[in-house]
């Protein structure tokens, strides 16, 4: 892993394989795409939150496979 300071950023979304010049396929190096994913962790009450107050179903049992298909 490399970190950098960001000042300006952008980003590219896409899927499939990598778009190398056909010279590059010569090349004894890999090329490939590294999948990447945001899993949701615990939920983390605030707090100052009463700790008589559970975590509610909605946010415990959150499926963002469910969630996706409702925003689309």
């Given amino acids: 892993m490399l970190a950098v300071p960001l000042r300006e950023v952008s980003a590219k979304v896409r899927r499939?394989?990598?778009?190398?010049?056909?010279?590059?396929?010569?090349?004894?190096?890999?090329?490939?795409?590294?999948?990447?994913?945001?899993?949701?962790?615990?939920p983390v009450p605030d707090s100052r939150l009463d700790p008589t107050i559970p975590v509610p179903a909605y946010v415990s049992a959150w499926d963002r496979h469910a969630a996706r298909a409702i925003v689309g």
Avoid at 16 to 42: F, I, M, N, R, T
């Fill in 16 to 42: 499939g394989d990598p778009k190398d010049e056909e010279e590059d396929y010569s090349l004894p190096v890999w090329s490939g795409v590294l999948p990447l994913a945001l899993v949701p962790g615990s």
